[in-house]
T-cell receptor, first 112, second 109 residues
Framework: EAGVAQSPRYKIIEKRQSVAFWCNPI?????LYWYQQILGQGPKLLIQ??????VDDSQLPKDRFSAERLKGVDSTLKIQPAKLEDSAVYLC???WGVGELFFGEGSRLTVL | KQEVTQIPAALSVPEGENLVLNCSFT??????LQWFRQDPGKGLTSLLL?????REQTSGRLNASLDKSSGRSTLYIAASQPGDSATYLC????????FGAGTRLTVKP
């Protein structure tokens, strides 16, 4: 069974530029999550999708972050414009409803 | 709001030692508790999932327990090996899984 796929693995951008991350969950998993993990901290939930609807985006900085999950399968997380404090690893996870979370390898963003 | 705390933040032990990692949480109305392992530069690997109706789960040398009434979980690692060196994270909740900051474990040969 293929795991959660994420790309790109690494991205370096200047502040005020934009960036997009892509995630393809495990086949059949209805729930998809985007987490932000700053160095030395635990992951923080940014947004949760159930199929193609948003369940929770209370911690998503909506002035610069956006996410979509078209057709209820893969998802894109966008940051525009990026700030220095956005430097982090962006982790995508999926689950079969409310159950065990499975994570991808993450996308490491460095904002200069 | 659920707060998750993991103590200690870092732990160094000699190979072969048995050890316990702790996770505490403030809201006992949880659905799942999940333990993860994270190697440097990698994503999170699921180790054990305990659902709210369960008290413990075991996988190989790992045993996780859950005491909802006291808001605590422990991850027991038996006969530790250098390959166990990693950061261990716990997450609690239902739809919204909240993470602790993790315990960085080093097992010395």
């Amino acid at each position: 069974e293929a795991g959660v796929a994420q790309s790109p693995r690494y991205k370096i951008i200047e502040k005020r530029q934009s960036v997009a991350f892509w995630c393809n969950p495990i086949s059949g998993h209805a729930t998809l999550y985007w987490y932000q993990q700053i160095l030395g901290q635990g992951p923080k939930l940014l947004i949760q999708f159930q199929n193609n609807g948003v369940v929770d985006d209370s911690q998503l900085p909506k002035d610069r972050f956006s996410a979509e999950r078209l057709k209820g399968v893969d998802s894109t997380l966008k940051i525009q414009p990026a700030k220095l404090e956005d430097s982090a690893v962006y982790l995508c996870a999926s689950s079969w409803g409310v159950g065990e979370l499975f994570f991808g390898e993450g996308s490491r963003l460095t904002v200069l | 709001k659920q707060e998750v705390t993991q103590i200690p933040a870092a732990l160094s032990v000699p190979e072969g030692e048995n050890l316990v990692l702790n996770c505490s949480f403030t809201d006992s109305a949880i659905y799942n508790l999940q333990w993860f392992r994270q190697d440097p530069g990698k994503g999170l690997t699921s180790l054990l999932l305990i659902q709210s109706s369960q008290r413990e789960q075991t996988s190989g040398r790992l045993n996780a327990s859950l005491d909802k009434s006291s808001g605590r979980s422990t991850l027991y690692i038996a006969a530790s090996q250098p390959g166990d060196s990693a950061t261990y994270l716990c997450a609690v909740g239902d739809n919204d899984m909240r993470f602790g900051a993790g315990t960085r474990l080093t097992v010395k040969p």
